[in-house]
Each structure stands twice: as C-alpha cells, then as structure tokens.
C-alpha cells in the first residue's frame, strides 16, 4: 500500500512541477497567492505579498493569482459627464447647516498598502477595480457629505473652512478604510453649485457687494484726497509761518546789530563829552590861578594884534573914555610885546 502511494505520488509531484507557469507583477503591483491544493503548503490565502516587477512560477492547477496596483488611485465624483469616473452627473450633493442645497466636486487620493495587500484579497475586494467601486466610493459618497454639511452657505466661500473640513473628511475616511489596508493621501475639494434660485441670488449679492465696494473705494479715496490737501495746507501755511519767522528774526537781528552799534555810538560820544568835560574843568581850574588872569590878557592882546583901535568919544553906547582903563590895556599890550624875542622885533 505505502508502496502503491509513493508511486502515485511521484508521478503527480512530477506532472506539478512540469506544469509550472510564469506569474509576473508589474512595476506598481504586488502579487498575492492563493494555494487551491496544500500539497506543500497549508491550502488558502499566502500570507505574503510578492515584490513589484518579478516573476514567479506556479503551477495554475493549484494556485491561484492576484494582482493590486499600488500606485496612488483618484476617485473623482464630478459634475461634468466627461470627467471622472461615471458618466452623467456624480457630484456630491448635499444641505448646508442652513439649509441650502449644494453640489461639490471631490477628488479622494488613495492607495493600497502593499504589506495587506493578502488582507485586502482574503477580506475586502479581489482587485483595484472592485475595491474602488464597492469599498472607497461607497464610503467617499457618504462621510463627506455629513462633515461638508456642516459648514453654512456663506463658508463654501471662505477657501480656509473648506480645506479645513477637506482636512477632517480625510482623517475620518482614514478612519474607516485604514483597517482594510487603504491609506487615504488627501480630500480634494474643487467647483461647488448652488441651486439656480440660490445661485442667482448670490450673484445679485455680489454685484450689491461690489457697488457697496466701490463706492466705498471711492469715498476711502476721496477721504485720503482730502487728507492729502489738508497735508498740503498744512505745508503751506508751516512754509509761511517759518518765511514769517525767519524775516522776524532776520529784523531782529537786524535791530538787535543797529541797536548794539547805536549804544556804542552814544557811549562812545558820553566817553567823549566826559574828557572835554573834564578838559574843561582843569582847563577852569588853571585859569582860576595866578597865570590864568595873564592868560586871558595874552588872548586878548593876539586877538586885537594888528587892528586899529580907534577911540571915539561917546557919552552913551560906545567906548566910555572915562571909565576904560587905558594903562592896564597898554600894559597888557605891552606885556605881549616883551614877551617876543628880540630877534623878532
């Protein structure tokens, strides 16, 4: 019996090993086996994910083969028919907090983790396609909605809410497809629609907006035209002002130097007026002593040196013979004319 199991099984290890056929990944893939038959192996799932851009050989009678691109992955829900992944309309729609109906473009980047690549074989989706369309989309279509939903109408504009909210639908989609071996890269938010009652409304808003702008703009600009007259006023009127200060204290000036030169003009002139007083005074002094009296008389005679003196007899208003003391006038004459040299006689 042992003998008879020996030769069969030899035969069947050969026709096994005979029958084995090249199994490749490509450059983003890797490959999962599955053992149909636990020859050699226990029968199942492998627990080993085989390297990207390989070749392996098994034999396809009790083996089975699966690839997953590993490469980062876009699921893109759109409103225009030819873009993303569906054809016809497949934008996110949803209410605001406030109750106005919306419609976004996502994008949801993600990728297959390489090492749960046999998880995701044995528990999840048996290729990229399946996975994509029941596992990521079915959860991207409905977490999203909830948290964009929080944010009112007016914050779809504010580009930092939706970032923010983008931010959170990625940690919550991680969340829920991390544990079935997808790394969720990023949320992408792009175009958003409101219903065209709403939208309509918006744009007319807008425009008001954009008057109210304007005119604010333009009474911002009239304010700063008015301030920069006013600053040029003030130029002016501070140029006059230092002009009329300047022309003060050149006069002052002026006056100050003319009135210095007037002082010293006066006080030059009392310094002058003092000397010939006090000439004066001496001059008084020696003349009240004994050589002034002949002093007086010399000046007389020189004055009356070469004049005629005539004496004419008149009782009243001439020269009073009675009363004029001839002698002491020959005598004064006659004291000058000792005192010429003799040389000059």
């Not at 636990?38 to 083996?63: C, H, M, Q, W």
């Not at 409304?201 to 702008?213: C, L, T």
């Not at 002949?294 to 008149?314: F, H, N, S, T, Y």
Request: with cysteine; charged share 30%; glycine share 6%.
């Amino acid at each position: 019996m042992k003998r008879f199991c020996t030769a069969l099984t030899l035969p069947l290890v050969a026709l096994v090993l005979a029958s084995c056929v090249p199994h490749t990944t490509g450059e983003t893939e890797v490959g999962v086996r599955t053992i149909k038959l636990g020859l050699f192996a226990r029968k199942g799932v492998e627990d080993k994910a085989y390297a990207p851009g390989s070749t392996y050989f098994f034999s396809p009678f009790i083996n089975d083969w699966n690839t997953f691109d590993t490469k980062l992955q876009n699921l893109e829900m759109t409103f225009e028919p030819s873009r993303g992944d569906r054809k016809g309309r497949d934008d996110l729609l949803f209410k605001t907090i406030d109750g106005n109906d919306i419609g976004m473009d996502v994008i949801i980047a993600y990728r297959i983790d390489p090492d749960q690549a046999p998880y995701i074989l044995q528990n999840v989706a048996k290729n990229n396609r399946i996975l994509a369309e029941k596992i990521v989309r079915t959860v991207a279509r409905s977490k999203p909605r909830d948290i964009f939903g929080e944010l009112k109408t007016e914050e779809f504009y504010v580009a930092e809410k939706r970032e923010a909210q983008a931010q959170h639908a990625r940690e919550v989609l991680q969340e829920i497809l991390g544990p079935m071996g997808i790394i969720v890269e990023r949320v992408l938010t792009k175009d958003y629609r409101f219903n065209p009652e709403y939208q309509r409304a918006i744009e007319d808003k807008k425009v008001a907006d954009q008057r109210v702008e304007k005119n604010r703009s333009a009474q911002r600009a009239a304010q700063e035209e008015y301030k920069r007259k006013l600053e040029d006023a003030r130029g002016e009127v501070n140029k006059l002002v230092a002009n009329a200060d300047g022309e003060y204290q050149k006069a002052k000036i002026e006056a100050d130097a003319y009135y210095e030169k007037q002082s010293r003009i006066a006080e030059a002139i009392r310094a002058e007026g003092i000397a010939e007083a006090k000439g004066i005074r001496e001059m008084n002094k020696a003349l009240m002593g004994t050589g002034g009296e002949a002093l007086v008389k010399l000046r007389i005679a020189e004055a009356l040196q070469g004049k005629r003196i005539i004496l004419l007899p008149v009782s009243e208003g001439g020269l009073n013979l009675k009363t004029t003391d001839i002698n002491r006038l020959i005598e004064t004459m006659g004291i000058k004319a000792l005192s010429v040299p003799k040389e000059s006689r």
